[in-house]
């Protein structure tokens, strides 16, 4: 079994209509052997396991091998601004989903993308994802 040290949480930076399969699609096309996250959440709440925990998901470059990637369809707005746009259904969705994940690893830090440069220094990210923060939003599951 893998060692779960972090949990991130991701945008898709994506249009809040983008569907599971045009992801999927996203992913064959740059060439990813497997999907860049383990579920995502479709702004009605839907939650869909893309891969199963045991294998590696592409979310966060160097830190994948010990991570689980979650992600919410959505992240920016109609000019590809970040954005904040996570619909009641999708934060709903997503403590449920990390507390359900939290009971399986323990010990795992839940965070945001971003988090992985600085939790509150937005000069030092080189990603907006998941435009949020997550850490401090997450902080008591
Ligand atoms: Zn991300």
Redesign the pocket.
């Known amino acids: 079994m893998r060692k779960i040290k972090r949990i991130?949480v991701?945008?898709t930076a994506s249009s809040q209509k983008m569907t599971v399969k045009g992801l999927l699609q996203e992913f064959k096309l740059k060439g990813w052997q497997h999907p860049g996250y383990h579920y995502v959440i479709a702004p009605d709440g839907t939650v869909t396991q893309l891969l199963s925990e045991e294998y590696v998901s592409n979310?966060?470059q160097g830190y994948n091998s010990t991570s689980i990637n979650v992600?919410y369809i959505g992240g920016i707005d109609a000019r590809g601004i970040p954005l904040d746009n996570r619909t009641d259904a999708q934060r709903i969705a997503l403590v449920k989903l990390l507390r359900t994940l939290r009971r399986r690893y323990p010990h795992a830090h839940i965070m945001g993308?971003r988090d992985i440069w600085s939790v509150d220094d937005c000069t030092k990210w080189r990603?907006s994802?998941?435009c949020f923060n997550a850490t401090r939003e997450y902080e008591n599951i």
């Open positions: 991130f991701h945008c979310g966060v992600a993308h990603k994802c998941p």
